[in-house]
């Protein structure tokens, strides 16, 4: 099923705006690329490499002619956390009040545990271009809803596949961390191919649902992972009580509750609780990103907004930042692929803290037959007011951040500590003048 790695190429600036048959006989770091905004800058261009003076030169106004119908591409996915990440994350946690080791029932009688759930949720189950965050309260309910739903609906064979898949990255993990390796290595070996695989597996959902993924990120994790914890705290309250869903009418006499059934909705909303623990998901502000520029690249789903979003993403998470929570607590948090990092153990104690918290909450809401809302984890999770603040982070700053409705770049890329941006306006220039220059992820 999988695509051959060696065949599958990823978008660059070269790709977009030099000729093939160009290309075809100059390698690709064998010249300089630059806009003509950047090369008639005061700041100028630096030749690369130094020893050949060959410039290919574009404009805000060209277009892109690199790209055909024969050579498809794929939307890069903006990542999150590793899905190995966080089975082993849930599947760490005791469940109070159901047998240790138990499996959850899906409707289409897939067996699953607390943190396969975690992991499904809203990266590979959900509703494409329907983020949880966005609307109203009873909107966010309404679509968390449908979201959750969608683990009984699609094809029980579709979900065994990307079962299957996860949990090839769970044993790459599980053996870096017994070899005394670094965890964050085991990825090295899944790319492009396997978010491809992915894509088919789920029928092009994987790709689509990263698009818009909007409940990962910031202020959309929060109001994701509230909506979904208050009404997993409401369904623990009903099989507290021995009541049905009373979302199936009386006639059809619905059987009881059970404490089972809120665990499974709880997990898929502490997915959104443990993506506020990821670096890269905390200062990313994903939404305007992504309608800053909606130019699409031709015979692709790639988004400009979207790629600035990743990279974004990839540095902090790559890096790190310094954060403080309403406890008290400060530490350094990191993020996707470097959950089981050494530098990242405080990050991921604190996480595995605030998951506890979530999950006993809904024994607490079982027991006492009220699922009034309560969210003790979230006096766990970083403040995002305070780590959105340059001064909370002055040796990494924001390698894209808005000032009102204009979108700033900092100045020297490569240098985390500049403070200095320049305004970005034009997307396709933005996007090939950064990506022939940026090289901190190389």
């Known amino acids: 099923m999988s695509e051959n790695p060696s065949t599958l190429t990823s978008i660059d600036a070269y790709d977009l705006f030099v000729d093939p048959q160009f290309l075809a006989s100059h390698p690709k770091n064998s010249f300089t690329l630059a806009s003509v905004k950047r090369l008639t800058s005061e700041e100028g261009v630096e030749l690369q490499p130094k020893s050949d003076p060959t410039v290919v030169v574009f404009s805000e106004f060209e277009h892109p002619s ?3 119908a024969s050579r498809p591409r794929q939307r890069p996915r903006t990542a999150l956390w590793g899905s190995g990440e966080h089975v082993l994350l849930g599947d760490h946690m005791d469940l109070p009040g159901v047998p240790k080791g138990t499996r959850f029932t899906l409707g289409g009688g897939n067996l699953v545990t607390y943190g396969q759930v975690v992991a499904l949720a809203g ?21 968390f809803n449908q979201a959750y739903q969608q683990l009984s609906t699609i094809d029980p064979q579709e979900i065994s596949k990307i079962l299957g898949m996860i949990n090839v990255e769970v044993e790459a993990l599980n053996r870096a961390i017994r070899s005394g390796g670094k ?39 929060l109001a994701a992972y509230r909506v979904g914890h208050a009404h997993a705290l409401k369904w623990a309250e009903l099989a507290g009580k021995g009541l049905p869903d009373p979302g199936i009418a009386p006639g059809w006499k619905p059987p009881p509750l059970k404490l089972e059934n809120a665990y499974t909705i709880n997990a898929f909303a502490d997915h959104y609780l443990s993506d506020l623990f990821s670096a890269g998901h905390l200062r990313t502000d994903r939404v305007k990103l992504h309608n800053w520029s909606m130019w699409n690249v031709p015979t692709t789903q790639l988004m400009l907004g979207d790629y600035l979003a990743k990279c974004v993403h990839d540095e902090d998470s790559h890096y790190g930042l310094n954060v403080e929570n309403e406890r008290g607590d400060r530490w350094s948090c990191y ?20 998951v506890k918290a979530s999950i006993q909450e809904i024994y607490q809401a079982y027991q006492a037959k009220n699922g009034a809302p309560v969210f003790g984890a979230l006096k766990l999770i970083p403040n995002l007011t305070k780590v959105s603040d340059p001064r909370s982070n002055p040796d990494h700053t924001l390698l894209f951040r808005f000032d009102g409705d204009r979108l700033l770049e900092r100045q020297d890329v490569n240098n985390l500590r500049d403070n200095r941006y320049v305004e970005c306006k034009y997307g396709p220039t933005t996007f090939a003048d950064f990506k022939a220059r940026y090289r901190l992820l190389d």
């Open 66 to 68: 690199a790209l055909s």
């Open 123 to 143: 990266d590979f189950i959900g509703i494409p271009g329907a983020p949880i965050s966005l609307g109203t309260e009873n909107e966010r309910l309404g679509r």
């Open 183 to 221: 965890p964050s290595d085991a990825y090295k070996q899944f790319g492009t191919a396997w978010n491809i695989q992915f894509n088919q597996v789920t029928k092009g959902r994987y790709l689509d649902l990263a698009a818009t993924n909007f409940d990962h990120f910031g202020d959309g994790a």
């Open 335 to 354: 993020g996707d692929e470097r959950y089981f990092d050494r530098e990242n153990q405080r990050n991921s104690q604190l996480c595995e803290e605030a």
